[in-house]
């Protein structure tokens, strides 16, 4: 009886933890409700979390870009773009938050334009 509780609360887990997406929407960069804007800090924590991720899963497909931002986006500056492609941009806020990151730093004009990975 006790292997079957074990097993059932492994198998049951996942289920519980699917409350939050696994991918987050781009519209988390600028709200977190109706009524609150999401402030620097925490845009910094999301940044420096998403670069994390995104250049470890990545790795060599997105050296150039990641070589890039380096060199030339300064972290505010990078805060920056994205909060102002978030502005700009309200029909993406339902698209992939990593996704439209990469479009915001990589724009037309910018420092790294053309540096996605495809």
């Not at 699917?18 to 600028?30: D, K, L, S, T």
């Not at 990641?66 to 698209?95: G, T, V």
């Amino acid at each position: 009886m006790r292997m079957f509780t074990i097993a059932l609360v492994i198998l049951t887990t996942p289920m519980l933890a699917a409350e939050y997406p696994v991918v987050h929407a781009f519209r988390v960069w600028g709200t977190k409700s109706d009524t609150q804007k999401v402030e620097y800090e925490e845009k910094f924590s999301m940044y420096i979390g998403w670069s994390n991720g995104y250049f470890s899963v990545r790795g060599a497909q997105a050296f150039p870009l990641r070589l890039c931002i380096e060199d030339n986006i300064p972290y505010s500056q990078a805060i920056a773009m994205i909060d102002k492609y978030h502005d700009d941009h309200p029909e993406k806020w339902s698209s992939d938050l990593s996704d439209q990151i990469v479009q915001a730093l990589t724009v037309a004009g910018g420092p790294c334009s053309g540096k996605a990975p495809r």
